[in-house]
């Protein structure tokens, strides 16, 4: 079964340091998803993407916060300068959008990638 | 009020007993509603997936949404050691819209 996949598992960094996270969506999928879930709080949405462009973000993705999609398969989550406040499970989704039967168009979410900023 | 509310606390149940989960939602215009479980350190796996109003079942689950009174709830029958797992509920205006999650529920299964 198709799934989405993220590298690396486990990312520990100093704060200030740029961190990129990966995703690989599902290949037929078009809409692109980041949410993270601090210890022991929500799954906060951050970003999501369309047709190259972001179409939907939250007001924690600020200016610290990029995504983009080099190529076919690959989408990634860049932070600038990472603070300690954002050490936390980062989650890629996708979803296949157009023409998805129905029960098949939500988000399908990734294992997350575990970002320790120390 | 806050978009959606679920409340955290652990739950402890014998095997075989029914699961009770619910959660509450302020944002009338939610159409979508999922149950989400996860795993410790896993990303959310989708476990029932509804629109508007209605019941639906798969299995042992079921999934009930009332938008009248903006809540939702999930039971499932015959609870296993395997259903041990944080439950999430979520919900979108659209299927691709954002989606808004609760907290979770830590739910244990005792054999």
């Known amino acids: 079964e198709p799934e989405v996949t993220q590298t690396p598992s486990h990312q520990v960094t100093q704060m200030g340091q740029e961190v990129i996270l990966r995703c690989v969506p599902i290949?037929?999928?078009?809409?692109f998803y980041w949410y993270r879930q601090i210890l022991g709080q929500k799954v906060e949405f951050l970003v999501s993407?369309?047709?190259?462009?972001?179409?939907?973000k939250s007001e924690i993705f600020d200016d610290q916060f990029s995504v983009e999609r080099p190529d076919g398969s690959n989408f990634t989550l860049k932070i600038r300068s990472t603070k300690l406040e954002d050490s936390a499970m980062y989650f890629c989704a996708s979803i296949p959008g157009q023409g998805a039967k129905f029960g098949e168009d939500t988000q399908y979410f990734g294992p997350g990638t575990r970002l320790t900023v120390l | 009020q806050k978009e959606v509310e679920q409340d955290p606390g652990p739950l402890s149940v014998p095997e075989g007993a029914i699961v009770s989960l619910n959660c509450t939602y302020s944002n009338s215009a939610f159409q979508y509603f999922m149950w989400y479980r996860q795993y410790s350190r896993k990303g959310p796996e989708l476990l029932m997936y509804?629109?508007?109003?209605g019941n639906k079942e798969d299995g042992r689950f079921t999934a009930q949404v009332d938008k009248s009174s903006k809540y939702i709830s999930l039971f499932i029958r015959d609870s296993q050691p395997s259903d041990s797992a944080t439950y999430l509920c979520?919900?979108?205006?659209?299927?691709?819209?954002?989606?808004?999650f609760g907290k979770g529920n830590q739910v244990v299964v005792i054999p």
């Open positions: 509804t629109y508007s109003s």
């Open positions: 993407f369309y047709n190259n462009e972001i179409s939907e």
């Open positions: 979520a919900m979108s205006p659209w299927g691709n819209n954002r989606l808004a």
């Open positions: 290949s037929n999928h078009l809409y």
